[in-house]
């Protein structure tokens, strides 16, 4: 069983603080100021560029890679990291297209995050090949999929409900009906049990910056089916994907596997702090992490429900049919999040009435939720949230 004690050792949370935001950004992992410290002052400082090769900073790409592919069920030598999600996203969605060619529809849902479906039109317009990007609501992606699909782009959690779609389900029907599935798991790694190689995913991305506790703006991750790890053209194409990069050759040579899907020179230092936050996960079993997830939040709504009659859950009720986080619906949920949030209570909001919170155990207890709860039946019963100061909204809300 994992000691989730000695987890929550491994995180600086700041004293008083009760920290249920986790799904939109991880807390600092402790190991990660002396890990970027060495890196700046032995590495950098005392090797500088010598230490590409002495530190082997060109390969913490590839060994981040082999750790996060543990989390997410992939085999090794399929997943590559560097770059954003968004890039992640271009060249997952632009690589199944051209397995494709003969498609025309990428289908995806009204609850899929928006940059995701950003990237999807733009690419499609500039493709100029009459190509559709077909939305229809979550709960009938499964009755979309036809032969018209060329790919599937879906985000498995619902960043604003957490509600699940069943990548495994929703993949065999894609593969039914010819159609290759792009799968993002910004708010399912680290969170929810994820098994690529079981599911059959064609590709899948996702970020490091939530559950995995990678820091903001943490590099993202890409997976690429062995199948297609050879043959996959990701159309956006840099020199770390070169097979030959230092060659400096004026034509692309795609790498070998899945480091074809590199762009650019990897971020060092933030590899850095991923590294370190991946420690965390050392001897962490998923099981016990989804296990421990779900009986926090099933603890903490009947806690919310039975304090705070005027709040409407937003979520699944069926807690396997959602990840791990929960929502509620008010028509003040701005305000009551900024009160929630000066009674050192850390959630978010979401447009346009959702209060969400995440539930990691890693470094939550039960006591921690309980507590949540009873300060935001404060904020509730005392209409704290009934405050001027907190309906101004900041830049990020």
């Known amino acids: 069983m994992t000691d989730f004690a000695a987890t929550r050792a491994l995180f600086y949370l700041p004293p008083g603080m009760i920290y249920l935001d986790g799904n939109s950004l991880g807390p600092l992992p402790v190991a990660a100021d002396s890990r970027v410290r060495e890196v700046l002052t032995r590495e950098w400082g005392g090797e500088l560029i010598k230490a590409w090769n002495t530190a082997d900073w060109i390969g913490l790409p590839a060994r981040v ?25 271009f060249q997952a969605l632009s690589a199944a297209l051209t397995l494709r060619p003969d498609r025309r529809v990428v289908l995806s849902d009204t609850g899929n995050f928006p940059s995701d479906l950003y990237i999807a039109d733009g690419l499609l317009k500039a493709l100029r090949r009459g190509l559709e990007l077909r939305l229809v609501a979550p709960e009938n992606v499964a009755d979309a999929i036809d032969d018209s ?82 043959s996959a053209q990701p159309i956006l194409a840099g020199w770390m994907g070169h097979a030959a990069p230092f060659a400096f050759d004026l034509d692309y040579r795609p790498r070998a596997g899945v480091e074809r899907m590199r762009v650019g020179t990897p971020p060092v230092l933030a590899l ?49 049919a959602r990840g791990s986080q929960v929502s509620f619906r008010h028509p003040h949920s701005y305000a009551i999040m900024q ?10 909001f979401r447009a346009p009435d959702l209060i969400r919170f995440g539930f990691t155990p890693l470094y939550l207890s039960e006591d921690d939720v309980v507590a949540a709860a009873r300060v935001l039946e404060r904020v509730m019963r005392e209409r704290l949230w009934d405050d001027p100061a907190y309906a101004t909204r900041s830049a990020v809300t």
């Open 339 to 348: 009160a929630l949030i000066a009674s050192h209570v850390i959630g978010d």
């Open 149 to 230: 699909v060329a790919v599937t782009l879906i985000t498995e959690v619902d960043y604003r409900t957490g509600r699940r779609h069943d990548m495994a389900a929703l993949t065999a029907k894609a593969h039914a009906a010819g159609a290759v599935t792009v799968w993002d798991l910004a708010h399912s790694a680290g969170a929810v049990l994820v098994d690529l190689t079981a599911a059959d995913a064609d590709f899948a991305v996702g970020c490091t910056y939530k559950y995995l506790n990678g820091g903001p703006g943490a590099p993202a991750f890409i997976y690429v089916a062995p199948r297609f790890a050879d």
């Open 65 to 89: 890679g082999m750790r996060i592919a543990r989390l997410v069920g992939a085999p090794a030598g399929s997943v590559a990291t560097g770059d954003t999600l968004s890039i992640k996203v």
């Open 272 to 320: 850095a702090v991923l590294d370190a936050a991946l420690d965390v996960w050392d001897g962490v079993d998923m099981a016990d992490v989804r296990a421990a997830s779900i009986a926090l939040s099933e603890r903490f709504i009947v806690e919310v429900e039975a304090r705070c009659p005027d709040l409407a859950l937003a979520s699944p009720r069926d807690p396997h």
